[in-house]
T-cell receptor, first 115, second 112 residues
C-alpha cells in the first residue's frame, strides 16, 4: 500500500518568510510524528499527534513552529519567520496506534534550506 | 535527554563480508528498540525491531542482539551487499512520553 508521503520534497526560502510542510500518513494510522534531522545528526522529535488527543508539542524548538492535523489524517508543519538554523530535513512518520512499542514508518522528508 | 549513541560513526566492509553496527543506550527503562536504514535523500526505513524480553531476533540477512545488562544493541548484516550502503540508526522508546530517541547514525560503506 501507499506509504507516508511528504511535500514539497525540497523547499528553498528566504530568511524571515513562512513555510508550510505537508505530511500524508499511511491510511488508518492514528499516530503522526514530526522530526527534524540536521546534517549528519540524528532525529530530533518535534511534535506528536494521536487521534483526537491534544498533541504533544514538547519538542518544538520555539513558538515559530506549529503544527496541525486536520481530520485525523493530513498534517501541516508551519515555520514562521524562518531562520537559517531552521535549515534541515523535516521528517514525518506515522504508526498504527501510537503505541510506544510500535514501529513508526517514515516519509521521504522535506529538505528545507533557508537563505 | 536520552543518550543513544553509536560506537563508530563510519564503517567500511568488503562486499560479501558480515557487518556489525553497534549502539549504546542509556535508559534502562527502554523496552523497545528499532534499527532503521537511511539511504541518501530518503527517509529512514524500518529494518528490524526487538523488545526487551528478547535478546536476539533474526530477519532476512539481519540479526539484532540486545544486551540489557550493558545497555547495548547491535545490528548484524550477513553477506553485505552494495545496496546495504546507507546510514543506520538505532532508536529506543525510553518507555516514557511519546517520542523515540535516535542515535546519530553509523555510515556503512560496502566496497565492491
Amino acid at each position: 500500500g501507499a506509504g507516508v508521503s511528504q511535500s514539497p520534497s525540497n523547499k528553498v526560502t528566504e530568511k524571515g518568510k513562512d513555510v508550510e510542510l505537508r505530511c500524508d500518513p499511511i491510511s488508518g494510522h492514528t499516530a503522526l510524528y514530526w522530526y527534524r534531522q540536521s546534517l549528519g545528526q540524528g532525529l530530533e522529535f518535534l511534535i506528536y499527534f494521536q487521534g483526537n488527543s491534544a498533541p504533544d508539542k514538547s519538542g518544538l524548538p520555539s513558538d515559530r513552529f506549529s503544527a496541525e492535523r486536520t481530520g485525523g489524517s493530513v498534517s501541516t508543519l508551519t515555520i514562521q519567520r524562518t531562520q537559517q538554523e531552521d535549515s534541515a530535513v523535516y521528517l514525518c512518520a506515522s504508526s498504527l496506534a501510537g503505541d510506544q512499542r510500535e514501529t513508526q514508518y517514515f516519509g521521504p522528508g522535506t529538505r528545507l534550506l533557508v537563505l | 535527554g536520552e543518550n543513544v549513541g553509536l560506537h563508530l560513526p563510519t564503517l567500511s566492509v568488503q562486499e560479501g563480508d558480515n557487518s556489525i553496527i553497534n549502539c549504546a543506550y542509556s535508559n534502562s527503562a527502554s523496552d523497545y528498540f528499532i534499527w532503521y536504514k537511511q539511504e541518501s535523500g530518503k527517509g529512514p526505513q524500518f529494518i528490524i525491531d526487538i523488545r526487551s524480553n528478547m535478546d536476539k531476533r533474526q530477519g532476512q540477512r539481519v540479526t539484532v542482539l540486545l544486551n540489557k545488562t550493558v545497555k547495548h544493541l547491535s545490528l548484524q548484516i550477513a553477506a553485505t551487499q552494495p545496496g546495504d550502503s546507507a546510514v543506520y540508526f538505532c532508536a529506543e522508546n525510553g518507555n516514557t512520553g511519546n517520542q523515540f530517541y535516535f542515535g546519530t547514525g553509523t555510515s556503512l560503506t560496502v566496497i565492491p
